[in-house]
């Protein structure tokens, strides 16, 4: 049996159908297929996550336990979301309450290179609570914010750092920012004696996080804030296994956010570059609604300010048998993905049975 990381959720539903229920989120947080498309023995036995407990929690709810295989992880933070929570973020009424992690899995990632004792010692306190403050609001160039942190440094507060909104905007780029504000909080040090440190908000890709970090690094800093759900868990992961020195605040942008409209996250997914966008259909494992898939595909694929459309993708429980039906609604210019129904085949009709479904696709006429 492999290591176990504990998951724990709160499923909204009938008493009769709970068990069932919860079978299908650790099939689904785990081999993500239905069981008889599951051939390989170790695979039955060490990873498709299993249903360790069910309590009845009142007014429709209950608690749940699954045990996911932690092998399933590979180190990598944002698969631990994945494993969590990945697809059964998707269902309305199930929520992700808590999770328990194996020593070794613990050990992987390792928790702050700094905490607690380094944020103090950084500004070299003890005996009290730390303090610290924000820069704000947006909108006001460097010299402006700088001059708001050299008065907060002057004040004595410990830490000092960028709104979460500072990004490099045109009205005040990272770089004039922060070399400004570092000046500020240094001057302001010389003139109290104090120990001062001025964080900057991270903002970008991982590339452009490294850039900001070198800026950082120049001007003497060793404290940043980076925004995990935004920037990425596993880009939080990387930063701190590369650049030792920093301490990083995440901030909780996003954190909230349990449910956003789905069509909203298609027109983000676009916006921020994805080529193609994988969405539930009606009628499979999740519980979105014809007209919820017109306005992905309409944000996929519709006009918007020269954008290059995004290529649809339905998927989540889908069958052979609606192929056409699927065509019909979304047209040539989609991908449809068929995974569990073709897998449950036996393995040696999966070749025709694939070809079979290549050959509906490749022969449908559109009306």
């Known amino acids: 049996m492999s290591e176990r990381l504990q998951a724990f959720y709160r499923i909204r539903a009938d008493a009769s159908v709970i068990e069932d229920r919860a079978l299908g989120v650790a099939i689904e947080q785990s081999v993500e297929a239905p069981l008889a498309a ?16 069910i309590e009845d929690q009142g007014d429709g709810w209950f608690g749940v336990r699954i045990d996911l295989a932690a092998e399933t992880i590979g180190e990598d933070a944002g698969q631990l979301l994945n494993m969590l929570f990945g697809n059964s973020s998707l269902y309305e009424d199930v929520i992700l309450d808590d999770a328990v992690f194996p020593a070794s899995l613990v050990s992987v990632f390792g928790g702050p290179r700094h905490g607690v004792p380094g944020l103090f010692a950084r500004v070299k306190a003890e005996g009290r609570a730390l303090t610290c403050s924000a820069l704000k609001p947006q909108g006001i160039p460097p010299g402006e914010l700088a001059a708001i942190a ?6 004595g507060v410990d830490y000092i750092k960028d709104d979460h909104g500072l990004a490099n905007q045109a009205f005040s780029p990272f770089e004039e920012r922060v070399r400004a504000c570092a000046a500020a909080v240094r001057k302001a040090c010389v003139a109290t004696g104090g120990h001062t440190r001025y964080v900057p908000n991270l903002y970008g890709h991982f590339g452009q996080m490294e850039r900001q970090l070198g800026i950082a690094r120049s001007e003497g800093l060793d404290t ?10 596993a880009t939080l ?3 701190r296994q590369t650049h030792r020195d920093f301490a990083f605040l995440a901030h909780p942008a996003m954190t909230g956010a349990a449910r956003l409209s789905p069509y909203l996250f298609a027109k983000l997914f676009r916006l921020f570059g994805a080529d193609a966008i994988i969405f539930p259909n009606p009628g499979g494992r999740f519980g979105y609604s014809l007209e919820c898939c017109g306005k992905i595909l309409s944000a996929a694929r519709g006009t918007w300010d020269g954008l290059r459309p995004s290529l649809p993708v339905p998927a989540g429980g889908m ?3 609606r192929v056409p039906e699927l065509l019909n609604y979304y047209g040539r210019d989609a991908m449809l993905l068929i995974g569990g129904a073709l897998l449950s085949s036996p393995p040696e009709t999966l070749v025709n049975e694939t070809a079979a479904f290549v050959r509906v696709v490749a022969g449908y006429r559109y009306e």
């Open 38 to 53: 599951v051939h390989n023995p170790r695979v039955l036995s060490d990873i498709v996550g299993q249903v360790a407990a």
């Open 150 to 155: 050299y008065k907060l440094a002057l004040g």
């Open 224 to 233: 940043v804030m980076i925004a995990p759900m935004i920037a990425g868990v």
């Open 237 to 239: 992961q990387a930063l």
């Open 319 to 321: 069958t052979l048998q």
